[in-house]
T-cell receptor
Framework: EPEVTQTPSHQVTQMGQEVILRCVPI?????FYWYRQILGQKVEFLVS????????KSEIFDDQFSVERPDGSNFTLKIRSTKLEDSAMYFC??????????????FGEGSRLTVL | GENVEQHPSTLSVQEGDSAVIKCTYS??????FPWYKQELGKGPQLIID?????GEKKDQRIAVTLNKTAKHFSLHITETQPEDSAVYFC??????????FGPGTRLSVLP
């Protein structure tokens, strides 16, 4: 069964450093997402991406964050100058359909980011 | 924007009993309501969903009901089993890409 894969599964970084979280969405999917889940809290939308550009983003997704699809298979989330409060589980998701026909979101297993 | 509330935050049931989790949403334009199950250390997995043109949907032991007038939807799990223990999230979407999740319900099924 096709799945969304994420790397690394866990990353520890020092405050102020940059991190890149990587995702390989399901191959025939066209819509890609990043969500964040702070420990014990709900899953929060960060950004959606379609046709090589951001289609929606939340208030959380400020200038510290960026996304990229560098090579047609990977979808990355870059967090610049990490802060303690960026510590969370970051989930990548993809779907075959988007705005017009809401489709199922397939989530990866997450990348846990710990900022010290 | 959309706001999704979910109750209860924790729920314990005896194996074989039913479990019901309820969600409310604020934006009447929302038209897609999925339910996700999240096991420890894993990503959320879709277990059932319902669209606004349907009032009820069932898949084996799991059912979801939607009341558009009252803007609430519920997840029903019958004949619960220990493997149903997990955190369950409801979500709402306005046919777009920003799925708004509820805060989650931790379900424990006691043997």
């Amino acid at each position: 069964e096709p799945e969304v894969t994420q790397t690394p599964s866990h990353q520890v970084t020092q405050m102020g450093q940059e991190v890149i979280l990587r995702c390989v969405p399901i191959s025939n999917h066209l819509y890609f997402y990043w969500y964040r889940q702070i420990l014990g809290q709900k899953v929060e939308f960060l950004v959606s991406f379609y046709n090589n550009e951001i289609s929606e983003k939340s208030e959380i997704f400020d200038d510290q964050f960026s996304v990229e699809r560098p090579d047609g298979s990977n979808f990355t989330l870059k967090i610049r100058s990490t802060k303690l409060e960026d510590s969370a589980m970051y989930f990548c998701a993809s779907s075959a359909q988007g705005r017009a026909n809401t489709g199922e979101l397939f989530f990866g297993e997450g990348s846990r980011l710990t900022v010290l | 924007g959309e706001n999704v509330e979910q109750h209860p935050s924790t729920l314990s049931v005896q194996e074989g009993d039913s479990a019901v989790i309820k969600c409310t949403y604020s934006d009447s334009a929302s038209n897609y309501f999925p339910w996700y199950k999240q096991e420890l250390g894993k990503g959320p997995q879709l277990i059932i969903d319902i669209r606004s043109n349907v009032g009820e949907k069932k898949d084996q032991r799991i059912a979801v009901t939607l009341n558009k007038t009252a803007k609430h939807f519920s997840l029903h799990i019958t004949e619960t089993q220990p493997e149903d223990s997990a955190v369950y999230f409801c979500a709402a979407s306005m046919g777009g890409q920003n799925f708004v999740f509820g805060p989650g319900t931790r379900l424990s099924v006691l043997p």
